[in-house]
């Protein structure tokens, strides 16, 4: 082993001993922390100088954000990203670039080369997992500098969600390399969605500095940290979404992971493409598709 890799072995074995829930605890408690008028120019300047962040997207004015974490999760500009039309076209819920991707195989995902995870862990509902078993898969990995908002792929009814307690490891490239399980093992949320293409599982994975994540309603994940087990939710009346309604929220980057049912989705991206939110992902059969357009059709008629 070379000099460079031996320092790179090292500092991955600190990161992976280091008690990251206190440290993903304390970031989202510093997000949360009012930062003074006259620095927050300033502040998120700097921020967004150092990991590439576009600024002229921005919804509001920089010193109207009053803490990092309304910053980091900050809506944008409107027109800055639009969202797919064709009705049998599903839209990228996130911004980022995409990573394993494929068809799940004996009720496993790639997480990267030689590392592979049960779809049954990473929802933690045996049923779920067995109706996207075969389906395509995608996993998107969210930096500092995207914006961290995370939105409905296609139009749906959203039954529920689950909270999923676990590690904060980092998910950058590197880690998603080397730490076996991964997104199974990390704090997560799984959206369950029902859409004209089958069931949609989006999953949510936090990460070391992730200190919260939001659902769009107001609910904030740091509110189920107590809880050992799962939280399962489901709506008492299954909520009606539209491709690009906002789902969720991170304070930070981190990993969205959606899963189809077989022989339903026809993914249009590839491995290490970077993508923006709203833009086409993927293709779905067009039997369904045209049922629910024509639904939709005979809706807008009636009214």
């Not at 997000?31 to 998120?44: E, H, I």
């Not at 395509?136 to 307690?165: F, N």
């Amino acid at each position: 082993m070379n000099r460079s890799a031996l320092r790179e072995q090292v500092a991955f074995e600190a990161v992976r001993l280091l008690p990251k829930s206190l440290f993903s605890d304390a970031v989202g408690w510093s997000a949360r922390q009012r930062v003074p008028r006259p620095l927050r120019r300033v502040a998120y300047e700097g921020f967004a100088r150092a990991v590439g962040a576009n600024l002229d997207e921005v919804e509001l004015p920089l010193d109207e954000y009053v803490t990092f974490g309304d910053f980091f999760a900050r809506a944008l500009r409107p027109g800055t990203r639009e969202v797919v039309t064709d009705p049998r076209t599903l839209a990228c819920p996130s911004d980022g670039v995409v990573g394993a991707l494929g068809e799940s195989h004996a009720g496993t995902l790639l997480q990267a080369k030689g590392h592979e995870y049960r779809v049954a862990d990473l929802l933690v509902d045996e049923q779920a997992a067995a109706t996207v078993e075969g389906g395509a898969y995608a996993t998107i990995y969210l930096s500092p500098r995207d914006y961290h908002r995370v939105h409905a792929p296609v139009d749906a009814e959203w039954v529920g969600y689950d909270y999923v307690p676990g590690a904060q490891y980092p998910v950058n490239p590197t880690w998603v390399a080397r730490q076996p399980g991964l997104f199974a093992r990390n704090e997560r949320l799984v959206f369950h969605l029902r859409a004209p293409c089958g069931a949609v599982e989006l999953v949510m994975v936090g990460a070391t500095g992730v200190g919260n994540m939001r659902l769009a309603d107001g609910v904030e994940t740091r509110t189920f940290r107590h809880h050992e087990d799962p939280v399962r939710v489901r709506f008492q009346a299954p909520r009606a979404v539209q491709r690009g309604d906002e789902l969720g929220s991170f304070q930070l980057g981190s990993t969205v992971i959606l899963l189809f049912e077989p022989g339903e989705v026809r993914l249009l991206v590839e491995s290490g493409q970077t993508v923006r939110c709203g833009g086409a992902f993927g293709q779905g059969l067009a039997v369904r598709a045209t049922q629910a357009a024509s639904r939709a059709s005979h809706s807008t008629t009636a009214r």
